[in-house]
C-alpha cells in the first residue's frame, strides 16, 4: 500500500520496536510525516521510563531524521472544527488525539493509527489502522 501518512505515537513506538507490519508499510509509503504533538507524547513516555536518557536519545535521532509537522493557525482552525464537531456528536477524544487529526486534515495525510476508536470520530480524516 502507498500513500501519504501521518504516523500517531503508537505507530512510531510500533517502529521503535521493530514490528514487521509496521516496517513493511513504511517501506511502500509515498510520504510519512510527525506531528510535533506525537513527539511531545514520545518525549513524555521517555520521562516516565526507566530509562530516560536512552529513550531520549532515541526519540532525538527518529526526530533529526523525520520530516516533522508543526501546528499552525490553520491547524488551529482545523482542531477548532474537529473539536466542535466531535462535542455535537457527544464523542469526546483525547485532546492530543484531536491535535494529530488536525495536522492530517491541514495536510491531507492519511492518520496510521492503532486507535481506531477515537480517529475514526474525526468526520472526512484518511485513517489507516496499522
Partial sequence: MSGRYLLDTN???????????????????????????????????????GRVEQNLERIDEFAAAATLLDCTQATAQHYGEIKNGLLAKGRPIPE???????????????????????????????????
Fill in 11 to 49: 505507530v512510531i513506538i510500533a517502529l521503535f520496536a521493530r514490528e514487521q507490519t509496521v516496517l513493511d508499510r513504511l517501506a511502500t509509503a509515498e510520504a510519512v510525516f510527525v506531528p510535533v504533538v506525537a513527539l511531545g507524547e514520545l518525549y513524555y513516555g521517555a520521562r516516565k521510563s
Fill in 96 to 130: 492530543n488525539d484531536i491535535w494529530i487529526g488536525a495536522v492530517g486534515m491541514q495536510h491531507s495525510l492519511t492518520v496510521a493509527t492503532r486507535d481506531h476508536d477515537h480517529f475514526s470520530q474525526i468526520s472526512g480524516l484518511g485513517l489507516e489502522v496499522w
